[in-house]
């Protein structure tokens, strides 16, 4: 992985050339929560989906996450700090516009993107997150106290141990995850998602209870559609072939 200073914050990523025909139409993707680019975007394959479409595909890991920089001060992950990550990224790059991807956590980011510099943004994908970007400030401040927790055995709390099943599959830095999970907990208002201009697909598992409503989001949005993946939750809908599909096909149509 390459490495970049984000005002100071060391940043991880990759960039990978598209398959064939460079369409120039870059993709950035900002992955969830305790996860990583590889995670996210590599092992579901949506590097090799995105190249193979002739698509260059810049990816990093959030800080706090994978092999960016560690940080313990919960109010160095504000969600605009993050965002900034993404924008400072595009401009080391020298890339002027991209499509950009998130997640989750990354979705969220995304927005935060769209809204401060949207000339940055051609279009906006956000995965896993729904109404819940402007309902509620992201995912519950007692995962904060699952990464804290001796073990997953002192969890009860069905949400607290899948986050922290998950930190712990991926051995994570759980006192970095749990200093973001406090200081990234920003929503946006109706107001502001309805300035968010860039076309936008908003793709969400029909079985996610974590996101909140696609459809409920997109109603507030000038240019925005919703995709329901179908019988998928939060976790298996990232790779899921009716989110790459819809994704590809939204690429090809949009502005």
Request: charged content about 25%; proline content about 5%.
């Amino acid at each position: 992985m390459r490495q970049f200073s984000s005002q100071g914050v060391h940043i991880a990523f990759i960039d990978v050339a598209p398959e064939g025909h460079d369409r120039g139409e870059p993709v950035l993707l900002i992955h969830g929560f305790a996860s990583t680019h590889r995670i996210n975007w590599v092992n579901p394959r949506w590097v090799e989906t995105l190249t193979r479409a002739g698509r260059r595909v810049v990816a990093f890991d959030n800080r706090g996450h994978g092999a960016s920089e560690k940080l313990y001060a919960p109010a160095e992950y504000h969600s605009k700090l993050m965002a900034g990550d993404a924008g400072n990224l595009l401009s080391f790059l020298k890339i002027e516009r991209a499509d950009v991807m998130g997640y989750s956590m990354g979705a969220r980011i995304a927005s935060f993107l769209a809204l401060a510099k949207p000339e940055l943004v051609r279009s906006l994908i956000l995965g896993g997150l729904g109404d819940r970007l402007v309902r509620s400030a992201g995912l519950p401040e007692g995962i904060a106290e699952a990464m804290d927790a001796p073990s997953l055995d002192r969890l009860s709390d069905p949400t607290q141990r899948m986050f922290r099943a998950f930190a712990d599959q991926t051995k994570s830095d759980r006192a970095a995850l749990a200093a973001c999970i406090r200081g990234s907990r920003q929503s946006l208002t109706p107001a502001e998602v309805g300035r968010i201009a860039a076309p936008t697909l908003i793709a969400v598992g029909t079985r996610d209870a974590v996101a909140g409503d696609p459809h409920e989001l997109a109603a507030m949005m000038p240019q925005a559609e919703a995709l329901d993946i179908t019988a998928r939750d939060h976790n298996l809908a990232v790779g899921d072939r009716i989110y790459k599909e819809g994704v590809l096909a939204f690429l090809e149509r949009r502005a």
